[in-house]
């Protein structure tokens, strides 16, 4: 199999992931075959599509900024990528790096403690 970056797949992931819901990565990741590999991509590019159809209104500009460059033909591309790797040791690796990637980009979307505090007293601060 020729040598494929792998960017749209795991970042329509980290979108999907996007309210700290990791099912879909988990789901492709602990995949076994590349038939449950394809099934479990199949369900998450359904609400995918759900989601750019009709993204929720405290969905993070971060999360909607890489929801709107996902390209479909680059998608569809690595995904024929996917299914014609034979070796399945090559697709564990391909598929565990996928994963990876997909928790990286997703990470950038978690608020966490000290960000809620900053914000509180940014807006407490122009609120006085």
């Known amino acids: 199999m020729p040598e494929t970056k792998f960017i749209q797949i795991p970042d329509m ?3 999907l992931a996007h309210d700290g819901d990791y099912n879909y990565i ?3 990741a602990n995949s076994q075959s590349k038939p449950l590999v394809l099934h479990y991509l199949r ?3 359904r609400d995918f599509n759900a989601l750019k159809r009709n ?3 405290d969905m993070k500009p971060e999360a909607k900024d890489l929801l ?3 390209k479909p033909d680059f998608l569809e ?3 024929d990528q996917l299914k014609a790797s034979e070796d399945p040791k ?8 996928i994963c990876s990637k997909a928790l990286a980009k997703a ?4 608020e966490t403690s000290r960000d809620r505090r900053v914000s509180s007293e940014k807006q407490e601060g122009a609120a006085s």
Do not use: G, H
Not at 107 to 110: G, R, T, V, Y
């Open 90 to 97: 090559v697709l564990r690796e391909i598929v565990s790096y």
């Open 77 to 79: 591309y690595e995904l």
């Open 68 to 70: 709107w460059s996902i």
């Open 26 to 28: 988990d789901r492709v």
């Open 107 to 110: 990470s950038k979307f978690i």
């Open 55 to 57: 993204p929720p209104n």
């Open 43 to 45: 369900e998450a590019l």
């Open 13 to 15: 992931l980290a979108v």
